[in-house]
């Protein structure tokens, strides 16, 4: 078990958990420049940090070309992750924080709290699978659920499904989304495409209590669904 003294600095544990999240999250190979956009600094930063990162053994990269980690970048992606989601669902089952606002809070407390202090918090929970926003967290062995799912953005007209996770980069989005009455757990359908970029036209709620309503591409492009019948089946 690590104390946080004995941990990566605070750069590397960032690092490679960027890039286990946008290798997780399906997006395409992880490129420097998507690293860079996620981290909000220069490509140049990112290739510096990149070749401290091969020479720790964390990740495989070769110029120009994508970024994997190694299985030991996953081994420590996995901790920071299971620090941060099981962080953000502490903050918002007992503390009572809004989904929009523990994703800074875990940025900051990830790096100091120790793996004791997260175990206390995981078993405090009753060992939750998921975060707030639907994230899977890691088990303490560095095992992660496997669930059947595909971006909203992605599916066709027609498609019904079950909102199992939401994107929680982007606080505005999250909170437009809580307006909106979209979230965890809501039964959702695709009902039209809008041509040329358009928005997606969803219906939402129970047969009973259904609407439709407009929602923008990149809304669509931070939720994630499972297929109902799965869910239906777990329930």
């Not at 510096?48 to 992606?77: F, I, N, P, W």
């Not at 979230?183 to 129970?206: A, D, K, S, Y």
């Amino acid at each position: 078990m690590e104390n946080a003294s004995e941990r990566p600095s605070t750069s590397v544990e960032d690092y490679v958990k960027v890039i286990y999240d946008l290798q997780e999250r399906g997006s395409g190979p992880v490129t420097i420049s998507a690293m860079a956009e996620r981290l909000s600094v220069s490509n140049s930063s990112v290739s510096g940090m990149l070749r401290k990162l091969g020479e720790l053994g964390l990740v495989s990269h070769r110029r120009y070309g994508d970024v994997q980690l190694t299985e030991t970048g996953d081994k420590a992606a996995l901790a920071v992750l299971r620090r941060h989601r099981l962080l953000e669902t502490y903050l918002v089952e007992a503390l009572g924080y809004s989904w929009d606002e523990v994703h800074d809070e875990a940025e900051i407390l990830e790096h100091v709290v120790s793996d004791r202090f997260v175990d206390r918090i995981a078993a405090y929970l009753g060992h939750p699978a998921v975060d707030p926003h639907g994230d899977p967290i890691p088990t303490r062995e560095g095992d992660v659920p496997e669930r059947e799912t595909q971006l909203l953005s992605a599916a066709e007209a027609g498609t019904t499904g079950v909102i199992v996770r939401v994107n929680d980069s982007d606080p505005d989005l999250l909170r437009h989304l809580a307006e909106q009455d979209i979230g965890i757990g809501m039964r959702i359908e695709l009902v039209e495409r809008r041509p040329f970029g358009g928005p997606l036209i969803v219906r939402t709620g129970t047969s009973g209590d259904q609407r439709e309503q407009a929602l923008g591409l990149l809304a669509a492009e931070a939720l994630w669904i499972a297929p109902a019948s799965v869910q239906e089946g777990r329930g």
